[in-house]
């Protein structure tokens, strides 16, 4: 898309956003940059269909896309998921991000520790939400900023 550095989500931040049909600021958040799941992260959500969950379909709908990650991208992989604490989707992530210098949304306070003692850009839930308040605010109010 742009410049920008692609923005890879994992399942618990980008399910939290479609479950409240609030996929379009995310999108508006990051404006220009692409925004993709891995895809453990994509059959993760797909599977919560099976429970009778229609939010995989906001996801589906959305310009969030799938991606892959491409042979040169797992090496990191499996150092990753020696840490029981890391899953799958999530080591995918922060493989995708490391070798794309993108930026990992995760609300995982684990998988945020790899990705400081690793370098990669993190934001978790909080920092997003900060974010998008702070763009409301200027929105709304951009005298009192």
Do not use: W
């Amino acid at each position: 898309m742009g410049s920008n550095p692609p923005i890879i989500f994992d399942c618990d931040l980008l399910s939290s956003f479609a479950k409240i049909n609030r996929i379009p600021l995310l999108e508006s958040l990051f404006r220009g940059s692409d925004l993709v799941m891995s895809d453990a992260v994509f059959v993760e959500i797909e599977s919560v269909r099976q429970h009778g969950y229609n939010f995989p379909e906001k996801i589906k709908a959305s310009r969030i896309k799938l991606t892959h990650l491409k042979d040169s991208e797992a090496d990191n992989l499996e150092s990753f998921i020696k840490d029981p604490s890391i899953h799958y989707g999530e080591a995918e992530c922060l493989c995708i991000a490391k070798n794309r210098k993108g930026i990992l949304l995760t609300n995982d306070s684990v998988v945020r520790k790899v990705c400081e003692k690793e370098g990669i850009l993190v934001l978790d839930l909080k920092d997003v939400l900060k974010q998008i308040c702070s763009i409301s605010l200027r929105k709304f109010c951009p005298s009192s900023i």
